[in-house]
Each structure stands twice: as structure tokens, then as C-alpha cells.
């Protein structure tokens, strides 16, 4: 069943259960390094090469379990997601009203694409209960050492309640380049 936004006067969904003080999250799949979300909506082209690069750099979908999170309702990219590996995630988020605006000049698109990443990330962090989240775009393609990164960033993220997150972003991440 698709999930569909409420509307914007309810209240946040609950706050995480939190560990020992920290305001981190309690962790329910303890072998998990991280999920891994893919960021879909209408192209399915671009998401078979995301899809294909994942799959073909991920050492173990035991410890980077991998989800496909569509906005909207292109049937390309439903079908490619539920078709695509026995064990790849969907979650399919539909907007039932359109984002309330702060400035009629801004991109209406922005806040459904804020819409998209709050949702999915509540799906990840608190129904499903994972610690750690990957997000990735639907047009992005992974270098060899990207699971390795993770997993060796994931005891950092865990020792500091500083960090909040690691980045693997680098514009001159190129094929020719790596």
C-alpha cells in the first residue's frame, strides 16, 4: 500500500526512541552497517545504471540492505524496483495536496522533493529501525571503495555525537579520476 503524505497541519510523526542519553537512534538490526536508499520518480532509465552500480559494488545486502524510495506514481519505475533483485526494498511515497509555500516565487518542487527525503527517512529511521541511512540520487554511479567508506566511517559516527552524517560527494569523482 502507497504511503500518502497527510496533510501539512498534522503533527510530526513520534520522535525516535533514543539510546543511553545520545540523541542518536537505537539500532534494531545490529549486523546492518547502513541502509541504502535510492531516491526515485520518474526515471527508470537513469535508475536501472543506479540500481546496476549498487548491485554491483555492495559486498553484502546482509549488512547494506538497499530500498528504492519512488515520489509520485510512474509505473517504469515501480516495475523496474519490484522486478529488479528479490531483495531490494520499494516504498512508494504519494502526495495527496500540494506543499503549502512560504514564497509563491520559489520551485513548488523543492518542497516535494523535501517532502520525499523526510519521508523516506522517517520509513528508514523510525518504522523500519535503522540506525544508519545511504542516501543516493537515481543518476549516480558508485566507485568500488564506496561500501568499504561507509562501513569503515559507521564506528566514527558512533563514538562522536558530534558527527551526524559522512559524505562521500566529490565532484571529481570520474571514472577517468578514480
Not at 13 to 24: A, F, M, V
Not at 27 to 32: F, G, Q, S
Not at 59 to 82: N, R, T
Not at 85 to 97: D, S, V
Request: proline share 9%; aromatic share 12%; glycine share 4%.
Amino acid at each position: 500500500e502507497p504511503f500518502h503524505t497527510p496533510p501539512q497541519e498534522e503533527k510530526r510523526p513520534k520522535e525516535r526512541e533514543l539510546t543511553d542519553g545520545s540523541d542518536k537512534p537505537k539500532n534494531a538490526h545490529p549486523n546492518v552497517v547502513a541502509a541504502v536508499v535510492i531516491m526515485a520518480c520518474n526515471r527508470p532509465d537513469y535508475l536501472v545504471r543506479t540500481l546496476q552500480s549498487v548491485f554491483a559494488v555492495n559486498p553484502s545486502l546482509a549488512h547494506f540492505p538497499v530500498f528504492v524510495s519512488q515520489d509520485g506514481l510512474d509505473p517504469g519505475v515501480k516495475a523496474l524496483a519490484q522486478k529488479f533483485h528479490p531483495e531490494l526494498g520499494y516504498m512508494q511515497h504519494i502526495e495527496t495536496e500540494p506543499p503549502k509555500m512560504r514564497n509563491k516565487k520559489e520551485n513548488i518542487a523543492y518542497y516535494r522533493i523535501a517532502w520525499h527525503y523526510q519521508w523516506a527517512l522517517g520509513q528508514l529511521f523510525d518504522a523500519k529501525g535503522y540506525s544508519r541511512v545511504i542516501i543516493l540520487e537515481d543518476d549516480m554511479a558508485l566507485s568500488p571503495d564506496f561500501f568499504s567508506f561507509f562501513k569503515a566511517m559507521a564506528p566514527l559516527l558512533d563514538a562522536d555525537p558530534s558527527l551526524w552524517c559522512v559524505s562521500s560527494w566529490n565532484d571529481n569523482g570520474q571514472e577517468r579520476f578514480v
